[in-house]
């Protein structure tokens, strides 16, 4: 038998034959078999390509392409950086819409190598704050994911703001605790249609900025500060159905922010519902000889441009007289709010306490304790209780 062929492919042998068996070589050694090529696969996808057209070409191509750059690695930055780019999180979004934010601030270089590293640690990632970051441009996205997953890297102003303070008293504050000056707050507040207050706030701040701890930007203005403020009232307001409450009560949404703003001034925990009562009571009950006049010495002391005073003297009422805001010598409420209430005391004038009474003192200065009457008699042995008090007790008076 002749050797085969060598330009004979493996493929040539007929069907249903086996290809022919080495032969063995001198001295009882076997032939090494060829390596064969297989072309017959690829003459009819040759043909079916032909046949297709050059677009089921592409199509193939591009599914190459594909499944190529799954195995390839995500575009991203060697770092650690350059410059300086303060990065926000707001609240809602997601690792993909952090991602598309920083491939535009061009501080990772792809939405794929930041999803990435963020996935390799998910309970990190899941935990990102809102807040400011400051950032490189040109990271890499591994040193990215680190910096956000730790509360500890949010830039901000931490600005506590107490229940009770006037607009004045809070311009000062921010005014201290930011790089801005007080006339800058003061401009914003006097122009109030910037910062989202009510219509019936009638273009006044008073009593609408409301006492919380705030963290701002470091991008943050006055009018933005300002404004956040605003809009926590807002949430407030909300949160105690302050319109629907006032509309139930008889009064307008200001009045019963003016409400609260007193029973802020005056009261204290448990006892601010109550103090709530007495205003309403002082107000909507005539047969009782005090009504109609509030007697709160908090709104004569905002008249008279100064902080809580224990007790006033008939001088000074009568050097505010006319005042709008003495609720010793005028009827009614106060034209509006004398300071900025706080959920409490919203939520007080809103959910007034069922009771009689159209009096109260505060006893013990130290801890608070205050006392609620409908008798007038009973209520100067109060007064007379405050006064032991103050001339033993306390130079607070």
Not at 5 to 14: A, N, Q, T, Y
Not at 214 to 221: E, L, M, R, T, V
Request: proline residues 7%.
């Amino acid at each position: 038998m002749t050797e085969r062929d060598p330009s004979i492919l493996e493929e040539d042998v007929p069907d249903g034959e086996a290809p022919e068996e080495h032969l063995p070589l001198p001295g009882g050694s076997r032939r090494k078999p060829r390596r064969f090529a297989r072309l017959s696969g690829c003459i009819p996808v040759l043909l079916v390509l032909a046949l297709l057209g050059g677009g089921a070409y592409f199509g193939i191509t591009r599914g190459v392409d594909a499944i190529r750059d799954q195995f390839q690695e995500a575009e991203d930055y060697a770092g650690p950086g350059k410059g300086r780019v303060t990065f926000q999180v707001v609240s809602g979004d997601s690792i993909s819409d952090m991602g598309a934010n920083l491939v535009e601030a061009d501080i990772v270089a792809s939405l794929e190598a930041f999803t990435d590293a963020a996935a390799l640690d998910p309970e990190g990632s899941r935990g990102i704050q809102v807040g400011f970051y400051q950032l490189r441009r040109q990271m890499a996205a591994s040193d990215v994911v680190d910096i956000l997953v730790d509360p500890a890297n949010i830039v901000s102003d931490t600005i506590t703001v107490p229940e009770g303070l006037t607009v004045e008293q809070i311009v000062d504050i921010l005014a201290k605790n930011t790089d801005f000056k007080a006339k800058q707050f003061t401009k914003v507040v006097d122009a109030p249609g910037d910062i989202g207050l009510p219509d019936y706030a009638d273009g006044n701040a008073e009593g609408y900025l409301f006492p919380a701890t705030y963290a701002f930007g470091p991008d943050a203005k006055p009018v933005t500060m300002l404004s956040a403020m605003v809009d926590r009232w807002r949430q407030a307001a909300e949160a105690s159905g302050l319109e629907q409450a006032a509309e139930d009560l008889g009064y307008t949404p200001h009045e019963l922010m003016t409400v609260a703003s007193l029973v802020q001034a005056e009261g204290r925990g448990d006892d601010m519902p109550k103090v709530a009562r007495v205003i309403y009571n002082r107000l909507e009950i005539e047969p009782n000889p005090s009504a109609g006049f509030l007697q709160i010495d908090a709104a004569v002391n905002y008249a008279l441009g100064r902080g809580p005073i224990t007790r006033l003297t008939t001088e000074e009422i009568d050097s505010v007289a006319d005042s709008p805001y003495n609720t010793y010598r005028q009827k009614g409420l106060p034209p509006g709010p004398i300071e900025a209430p706080g959920d409490d005391a919203i939520e007080a004038a809103a959910n007034p306490v069922d009771g009689p009474w159209f009096f109260y003192a505060t006893v013990n200065l130290e801890t608070g304790e205050t006392k609620f009457t409908d008798d007038f008699d009973e209520f100067n042995e109060f007064k007379a209780e405050l006064d032991q008090y103050c001339a033993t007790q306390s130079d607070r008076c």
